[in-house]
């Protein structure tokens, strides 16, 4: 299983798995497939949306665990 951190890029984060998009989006992060959103880490992008980066990992690495 993959392991995903705050530097883990949303692009990888896509190639993970693809349907880690739809936690993304319900979270607030729209934007995931403007080009240059793919080279943003998921801290980056968190701070941007003025989300908790933290709950976000912890929420794709639980669905990663599924």
Do not use: W, Y
């Not at 951190?5 to 993304?24: E, R, V």
């Not at 319900?26 to 933290?54: F, K, N, T």
């Amino acid at each position: 299983m993959a392991k995903v951190t705050k530097n883990t890029l949303i692009g990888q984060l896509l190639q993970i798995d693809p349907n880690i998009a739809a936690i993304l989006m319900r979270a607030g992060m729209h934007c995931i497939g403007c080009p240059s959103s793919q080279m943003e880490s998921l801290e980056e992008a968190a701070m941007v949306h003025g989300m908790d980066v933290d709950v976000l990992v912890q929420q794709i690495n639980d669905f990663l665990g599924e």
